[in-house]
């Protein structure tokens, strides 16, 4: 696939880049392994500083950031600026707290003393997608960073031009330039950087072909890896929950980035006696959503980000339709090859149905009826996927009962599934392993290293 920035918006290249050469990429890699050696002994108040100057960046550039990402992946400018500052919270979110992340663990032994030391690894490949082309590497970077590690990017090769500006980013904040690098390469590079030893971790934020690919090249090559994949999230609807409250979150979990997210809602699991005042209400807050140029602050979703998608998921619906769903809600393509896709919702999901059990990413919401909460957990566990998870109740201890029963990395109970600094993010089964943000996410990429001190000998009494 071509590096270039292309439009969505208006069908038209905007720039193209030269694939690095696996020479200049080996000669990158070797700068980095290098600086990883000086980078691990600088102290944490010095990397915080660095840290904090690239989130004060973040929040200046943010107009000039969200304009790249409206034209190069179809993000709404709005959407862009939103995905900046949260970018320089997870800055700061470290800065502040990297250090008491990372202390020494005493943990009570027959030793006179023992600890879990946790130390930098060296550099890390992170290997990421365009749906969120600045927070996807920030939440990787930031940890990694004030971890003592230091950063390789393999960007989406449709957002080359963010790619380079978050690296003038970290380097414009003080970050020594070997320490975070853009690769400007295409995948077949990527076996290559896996297999030196110089690279002594990876992270993948992507689809499940993706994943299952890269994570079999890092077993080949033993190397520690975070997968973070596509998830088809259940959005469960009980019977006494709000459905109001439930189908305007909805409807906004079901647009987050033009329906482009792996947390976003996808399949909405609703009680029976609730479900046809959900549909119409979800109907309604969908067809209140305005499409438009990502430029313009009012547009609320753009296009797809690239044509073939919205082609792909036309074809899904297709599909889907064929083998027995219904369509409620008519939207979709004007017409192959464009990649404006207007929200559509399919009911009478069953299983043997694409719909059923594949992720639709983009602005489709797939409804299920369900006979009570227990049935709810069963269609919501029914999936190879679990990222993210929604219930929707009145009753807080049933909901957080349901919670504790749903295969999924994170359930929110009457809220909109995200993702922050403060909470590990990841998924289980096809979604991946591994956990990005909080302390579990920093300690991801280091050396958790035990260490044990023997008891020093008991002083021999003094003889005359």
């Known amino acids: 696939m071509p590096i270039e920035s292309f439009n969505p918006h208006t069908g038209r290249v905007l720039r193209r880049f030269k694939a690095f050469s696996w020479v200049k990429t080996e000669r990158i890699l070797a700068q980095a392994h290098r600086a990883a050696a000086e980078w691990r002994t600088i102290t944490f108040a010095h990397r915080a500083g660095i840290l904090r100057r690239a989130a004060a960046l973040l929040r200046a550039r943010q107009d000039e950031l969200a304009r790249l990402m409206a034209l190069e992946m179809g993000k709404p400018v709005t959407d862009g600026r939103a995905e900046a500052l949260k970018c320089a919270t997870c800055c ?30 060296g550099v890390v490949l992170a290997i990421m997608p365009w749906n969120f082309p600045l927070w996807q590497v920030v939440r990787f970077a930031a940890p990694a960073l004030m971890a003592g590690n230091v950063g390789l990017l393999k960007h989406a090769s449709n957002v080359p031009q963010c790619a380079l500006a978050l690296e003038k980013i970290f380097h414009d904040a003080g970050l020594p330039p070997a320490c975070f690098r853009t690769l400007l390469i295409g995948t077949d590079q990527v076996e290559k950087l896996l297999a030196d030893d110089r690279v002594r971790a990876a992270t993948l934020t992507g689809s499940e072909g993706a994943g299952a690919s890269v994570g079999a090249l890092a077993g080949q090559h033993i190397k520690k890896m975070v997968l973070e994949l596509g998830g088809s999230d259940p959005f469960i609807v009980l019977a006494d929950a709000d459905v109001a409250l439930a189908a305007k979150t909805a409807a906004q979990s079901r647009m987050i980035n033009s329906g482009q997210s792996c947390i976003a809602a996808k399949r909405f699991i609703v009680e029976k006696p609730v479900l046809k005042d959900f549909l119409n209400q979800l109907k309604t807050h969908l067809l209140a959503f305005r499409p438009g140029d990502p430029l313009d602050p009012a547009t609320q979703y753009g296009p797809l980000a690239r044509p073939d998608l919205a082609d792909e998921l036309t074809q899904q619906v297709e599909d889907s ?48 009826e369900a006979k009570n909460a227990d049935d709810a957990v069963r269609l919501a566990n029914d999936s190879r996927f679990g990222l993210g998870a929604a219930v929707w109740t009145q009753n807080a201890k049933k909901g957080e009962a349901m919670a504790r029963q749903i295969e999924s990395g994170a359930v929110f109970v009457n809220g909109l599934v995200k993702s922050m600094p403060e909470l590990p993010f990841g998924g289980v089964k096809k979604s991946g392993y591994g956990r990005e943000l909080s302390y579990l996410g920093i300690r991801e990429f280091v050396n958790q290293k035990s260490v044990w001190i023997g008891k020093e000998a008991v002083p021999t009494a003094k003889t005359e």
Not at 92 to 118: M, P, Q
Not at 346 to 366: C, D, I, M, T, W
């Open 92 to 121: 700061d979110f470290y800065a502040e707290r990297a250090e008491g992340f990372l202390a020494d663990e005493l943990i009570e032994t027959d030793a006179g003393r023992s600890f879990i030391s946790y130390q930098p690894l």
């Open 321 to 368: 339709v064929a083998q027995g769903a219904k369509v409620e809600l008519h939207g979709g393509q004007a017409k192959p090859g464009t990649a404006l896709f207007r929200p559509m919702i399919l009911s009478n999901v069953k299983p043997g149905q694409r719909a059923y059990s594949e992720e639709f990413f983009g602005p489709v919401a797939l409804v299920l």
